[in-house]
């Protein structure tokens, strides 16, 4: 228990440089890019304007989605893309850094959870212009809009305890970086962004919930969308196994942690 407070007042101390890193990650994924952070908005648009082509037209499942399909898909997306990003970046992190993890020293759980705050600024961006579909459709955020930070922080949370998975079993068997887009295309399957939970089989949707970003997914659009309303069990489903893997995570990264210098 000592080691881990030790361990929480260095990533304190070291604050500063978590902030330069997360900007420094932001500058280079924009850099000489003609549509800039803009692309936080493209690529979920493009998604929902294919998904509402292809599935808006199923009567039954714009039934059960309560709101309009474009904005039930695109709110799912925006927090998909957001994951999926951090995950590919912070995946690769460790590696990718291998002169500053050979020759600097500082707490490495801040390069995977730099690229984790970084993407922040996304889905910020991809949240304004939700607002601007909601107030196109007609649909308004009520009390549960209070919530909102707080379904951010879980994803965030999740995104950075799979990172340091990902980051710190990259360093030892560098062929994980090519099952994350694998990962990642199968993961968009299992999380309500296409479709709703209900419109699946009861048996399912219990499976199904032990994805937290179904959860996550979930309680962002209960947060953001008046009429939609969230399983109290999904939401702590989703909240027990987020929290199970950003300690997993945790613990095995700082067990491998200096192990790294030595294998990249």
Known sequence: MTVRFQTLRELWHYRELLG???????????????LGASWAIIQPL??????TFL??????LQN???IPYALFSFSGLVAWTYFATTLSQ??????????????VYFPRVLLPAAAALSGMLDILVGLAFL???????????????????????MLMLLAIGVSMLLAAMNVRYRDVKYTIPFML????????????????????QTWLSLNPMAGIVEGLRMSLFAPYSLDLRLLAISGAV???????????????ERMFADLI
Do not use: C, H
């Open 20 to 34: 330069f890193l997360a900007w420094r990650d932001v500058k280079v994924r924009y850099k000489q890019a003609a």
């Open 131 to 153: 607002v601007v579909l909601m107030i196109y459709y007609g649909v308004y955020p009520g009390i549960g809009i209070l919530l909102a930070p707080l379904f951010l922080l």
């Open 46 to 51: 493009f998604s929902m304007i294919i998904f």
């Open 242 to 256: 987020t929290l199970t893997i950003f300690v997993v995570g945790w613990i095995y990264f700082s067990k491998t």
């Open 64 to 66: 059960q989605t309560v």
């Open 185 to 204: 295309q199968l993961g968009i399957f299992v999380t309500p962004i296409i479709f709703p939970l209900s419109f699946l089989p009861e048996r399912y």
């Open 55 to 60: 599935f808006a037209r199923l009567a039954s």
């Open 90 to 103: 912070a995946g690769n992190s460790l590696v990718s850094n291998s002169n500053l993890v050979t020759k």
